[in-house]
């Protein structure tokens, strides 16, 4: 039963309390079933039950640094491909016909975007640091489709800008 425990206890340690809830509750589950039987007088059932809460325990902490780490790799891939779009728009809107005063108001919901997607990536990379990879998820919500919005409205406007007068 310690043995259980102590896998229990590993097992939330490695994450299991987010990234294997199942099989770390059916491990809890079956120390308290192992308990009972101790108190029943049944020790060969007790015995069953710790060793397969061990088993269970040992798993869950197995599943949650497999989850941890699948959770961590799509956190970096969706920062990434926003860093990436965002890379993108900056560079749109500092080409220098884009800088125009003229161009301001026809820019104003593309920029607003980007500043409001800049925050976005700062929170994710935040949660990342963290390894709170539900936040990151959160944080950047809708945000890569936000973006490629404004890039579109970014094109478009500058695709209907006067070509460069030859000198």
Do not use: C, W
């Not at 299991?16 to 079933?33: H, N, P, Q, S, Y």
């Not at 941890?68 to 790799?73: P, T």
């Not at 607003?112 to 949660?127: C, F, I, N, S, W």
């Amino acid at each position: 039963m310690n043995q259980a425990q102590g896998a229990i206890d590993a097992a939330r340690s490695a994450g299991a309390d987010k990234f294997a809830v199942e099989e770390l509750t059916a491990a809890i589950d079956a120390l308290k079933r192992s308990e009972e039987a101790v108190t029943d007088g049944d020790y060969r059932q007790a015995l069953n039950h710790a060793l397969d809460s061990r088993e269970r325990a040992r798993s869950a902490a197995k599943m949650a640094v497999d989850g941890k780490a699948n959770a961590r790799g799509a956190a970096e891939a969706k920062v990434a491909e926003l860093a990436t779009l965002l890379s993108r728009a900056h560079a749109q809107l500092n080409v220098k016909d884009m800088t125009s005063p003229r161009l301001a108001g026809r820019l104003r919901v593309p920029k607003a975007t980007v500043a409001a997607t800049d925050k976005k990536l700062q929170e994710a990379r935040t949660a990342l640091k963290a390894e709170d990879y539900a936040t990151v998820t959160t944080a950047m919500d809708g945000a890569a489709a936000d973006l490629q919005a404004a890039l579109t409205q970014i094109d478009a406007i500058a695709t209907s800008l006067p070509a460069p007068r030859k000198r």
